[in-house]
């Protein structure tokens, strides 16, 4: 399976464009242009944020995914800014370099791809790991400054659920008092650009999936889940009604680590009150890797059709 869309910290992944990078490094500086997307390194002892110690937290100039926190920063005497831990381990991605003819370990921006600096096993505790980067790379948001869009978390009033055709699970969810919007599509496989088709016919893992959007004030996620179990049998395996096969899995696709929590809280409440009469709940609670809109005419299939499942 691919790596998740959502960081376990609640910040989309979702890679940028090509295109929309190439509209990113017009506003930068030659030098943040060479050190970003050419792996360039700046001079040591040079760098803006080497001997910075304000408070606040540091994003990337390439697309402003937060990757450090100031309370991170240590001196290490290197000549670059360092830091022991990354903001999110998922918004950092490490692999092999060797282009100096010696390893190294590179270090990337998860969102954009972008070029940071290298990671060492070096540094002090409680990780013992030294991320040297390159300030050119970084851009500072000072604690009490407003802070971008793209540097917030996702908007956490998005759930995803899969349980069957996924018709009938939006149609549901659409008369839900509280929901703004219900989108059918595909989730958590392995194939890009997905079509009905694909996900019918073909392996790709996905499974029909419905996009929730949520008013909190309205109503909860706890609530949402409370009621997906309402409307399918979270008790079958790939299977609901007629509909067999792995896309029609009972799936709840978490964007943060406190959906998760609540989704399993729920799983082992109810597992625990024997709704099920004995039956073993198999629902999969998972991180949301990327949704793909399913076709137009999926959409409001019920409606277009001039049917409903009912109003809640």
């Known amino acids: 399976m691919s790596s998740p869309v959502y960081s376990r910290s609640g910040y989309d992944l979702t890679p940028l464009t090509k295109e ?46 937060p990757l450090f926190k100031s309370e991170a ?12 831990e990354p903001f999110d381990p998922d918004h ?37 790991r030294r991320y040297c980067l390159n300030s050119a790379a970084l851009k500072f ?12 978390p996702a908007d956490h009033n998005t759930a995803f659920f899969a349980g069957g055709c996924f018709w ?33 016919y073909e392996e790709t893992g996905h499974a029909e999936s419905v996009k929730v959007k949520f008013n909190p004030e309205e109503i ?15 008790t079958t395996v790939n299977r609901q009604g007629p509909d067999v096969g792995s896309q029609y899995r009972s799936a709840i696709f978490t964007i943060s680590d406190k959906q998760a929590e609540i989704a399993h809280r729920i799983i082992n409440e109810l597992t625990k009150n024997d709704q099920y009469n004995g039956r073993k709940i198999v629902t999969i609670v998972e991180p949301a890797n990327r949704f793909w809109p399913a076709e137009d005419y999926h959409q409001d299939y019920h409606v277009k059709h001039g049917s409903s499942c009912g109003k809640p």
């Open 20 to 65: 929309q990078i190439d509209e990113i490094c017009k506003t930068l500086t030659p030098e943040q242009v060479r050190i970003t997307q050419k792996a360039g390194t700046e001079p040591a002892f040079c760098g803006d944020f080497t001997y910075t110690k304000d408070e606040g937290i540091y994003v990337s100039v390439v697309g402003g995914l």
């Open 73 to 84: 920063k240590f001196e290490s005497k290197s000549g670059w800014a360092s830091f022991f």
């Open 92 to 128: 950092i991605i490490e692999h092999e370099d060797k282009s100096l003819g010696m390893v190294r370990i590179e270090i990337l921006d998860a969102r954009s791809g972008a070029h940071l600096g290298h990671v060492f096993d070096d540094g002090p505790p409680p990780t013992g």
């Open 141 to 152: 948001i000072p604690t009490g400054e407003l802070i971008p869009p793209e540097s917030l």
């Open 168 to 200: 009938g699970i939006e149609d549901r969810f659409a008369h839900l008092d509280g929901v703004v919007d219900a989108e059918s599509g595909y989730q958590n496989g392995t194939f890009e650009n997905p079509t009905y088709k694909h996900v019918c």
């Open 220 to 234: 909860t996620y706890e609530q949402l889940v409370r009621f997906f179990f309402e409307i399918h049998d979270p």
